[in-house]
């Protein structure tokens, strides 16, 4: 899966100064200023780290779901989880 420039885009915007407590805040109001597509918003909305990890930069997912308030132990369980899926195919 190729990486998804808005959500890129998120993740980077979020880096800037009061970003993630505007986010954390309304999610949804900052989430309107990017035209996502259905499967990725829907992925955000749920914090399913599996779905975004393909589309985006490790070091931006990991810096998105901490401005999103997601701790890191939290965080690292899902990236371990992911791994003990067993593959599709």
Not at 42 to 54: F, G, K
């Amino acid at each position: 899966m190729a990486t998804d420039y808005w959500f890129s885009k998120l993740c980077y915007d979020l880096q800037r100064p009061g970003a993630g407590a505007e986010y954390r805040a309304d999610r949804e109001k900052v989430l309107a200023r990017y035209p996502l597509a259905p499967e990725v918003l829907a992925a955000i909305r749920a914090d399913d780290v599996a779905t975004l990890a393909p589309l985006v930069n490790a070091y931006l997912l990991r810096f998105y779901f901490g401005a999103a308030g997601m701790n890191d132990e939290t965080f690292v369980a899902k990236l371990h989880a992911m791994q003990k899926e067993p593959a599709h195919g």
